[in-house]
């Protein structure tokens, strides 16, 4: 059976992604949590979108503390 993956975002890992521009040149995504814009995207399963939530939060907060 293949593993649930979902397309998140390479920065903050959220699915909360759209299409800036798209078709010819290939596809633009915008993330709407952390404003990411780029094509490189991850397909991911549950287990690792959860990480890079994590480690985001952490870099994050350590720039708020400096």
């Not at 890992?13 to 709407?32: A, N």
């Not at 952390?34 to 939530?53: D, P, R, T, V």
């Amino acid at each position: 059976m293949k593993e649930k993956t979902t397309k998140v975002c390479p920065i903050c890992g959220s699915p909360k992604l759209y299409y800036e521009v798209g078709g010819k040149i290939g596809f633009v995504y915008h993330c709407k949590n952390c404003g990411y814009i780029g094509s490189f995207i991850i397909e991911a399963n549950e287990e690792m979108a959860q990480a890079l939530k994590d480690e985001y939060a952490k870099k994050q907060g350590d720039e708020i503390n400096d």
